[in-house]
Nanobody, 131 residues
Framework: QMQVVESGGGSVQAGGSLRLSCAAV????????MAWFRQAPGKEREGVAA???????TYADSVKGRFAVSKDNARPALFLQMNSLKPEDTAIYYC?????????????????????????WGQGTQVTVSS
């Protein structure tokens, strides 16, 4: 059973930077699609950034130009470089993983920033941005 572990969260002032890391432990397959999600208090969970199995990236409009996502297929691991952080970026950040063989499920439809399209999720890491 694979486990997903996030790290790198913390507290930072507005305008600062943080780098999140996600490691998939106990992986079995050759390639994975991976993504970052976040949930702020009292708000719905939202997709932040994703690296699809073919290496293509997708970003939420709210983080374009400020965040950069990258994936290391060898481990596998996922990273999120967050720059120019804003108080509205405060949230618990979650990493999600799905093996390429299961990507899209029976219908073959995959949405990189949809939580339910992944099979494994981490416990989350807190990011707090103060003004």
């Amino acid at each position: 059973q694979m486990q997903v572990v996030e790290s790198g969260g913390g507290s930072v002032q507005a305008g600062g930077s943080l780098r999140l890391s996600c490691a998939a432990v106990g992986y079995t397959y050759k390639n994975y699609c991976m993504a970052w999600f976040r949930q702020a208090p009292g708000k719905e969970r939202e997709g932040v950034a994703a690296v699809d199995c073919d290496g293509s990236t997708t970003y939420a409009d709210s983080v374009k130009g400020r965040f950069a996502v990258s994936k290391d297929n060898a481990r596998p691991a996922l990273f999120l470089q967050m720059n120019s952080l804003k108080p509205e970026d405060t949230a618990i950040y979650y990493c999600a993983v799905v093996a390429e063989i299961f990507r899209g499920g029976p219908e073959g439809v995959f949405n990189p920033l949809v939580w339910e399209d992944y099979d494994y999720w981490g416990q989350g890491t807190q990011v707090t941005v103060s003004s």
